[in-house]
């Protein structure tokens, strides 16, 4: 059956579903790309600029225009702002904690399987009271501005 001969309602919701599913994917690619990128910045700058404050606001804000442009409206596609702008958040602070993790780290053993030293750096140095403010408004932002730019 195709779309042309299917019910109104059938071919909305098909339509919808899509949206919501571009949404998604172009939402976590925002993420994975403000992550990387403004992970690489923390780390190259040193162990002073960890705190996250503007990082964490600036992957919210992104990944929920993201979201809410090509996702349309719906509170399920918001509603994916809040763990996508959460994992951004995480994926530019354990970066970061690479970069200072250990003498010859770096962000590459990460990925290939050895996250111990990362996670261990970021855990014991880095993750303080205010970065969990900080993820907290970062995934809030993710589903807030989700919900104003599909309006």
Request: hydrophobic share 50%.
């Amino acid at each position: 059956m195709s779309e042309a001969s299917q019910p109104a309602g059938t071919a909305l919701m098909v339509r919808i579903e899509r949206r919501t599913g571009l949404g998604v994917a172009a939402g976590a690619a925002a993420a994975t790309a403000a992550g990387l990128l403004l992970g690489a910045l923390q780390g190259g700058t040193g162990r002073q600029s960890h705190e996250l404050g503007f990082w964490a606001l600036a992957i919210g804000l992104l990944v929920g225009a993201v979201l809410g442009k090509v996702g349309g409206r719906g509170r399920a596609v918001a509603l994916w702002g809040i763990p996508l702008a959460l994992a951004g958040v995480a994926l530019a602070q354990l970066l970061a904690a690479a970069s200072q993790a250990a003498p010859g780290y770096s962000a590459l053993d990460l990925f290939t399987g050895h996250p111990g030293p990362a996670l261990d750096y970021w855990w014991t140095e880095i993750l303080g009271r205010n970065d969990v403010t900080f993820y907290t408004v970062a995934g809030l932002e993710g589903y807030l501005v989700a919900q104003r730019v599909a309006e």
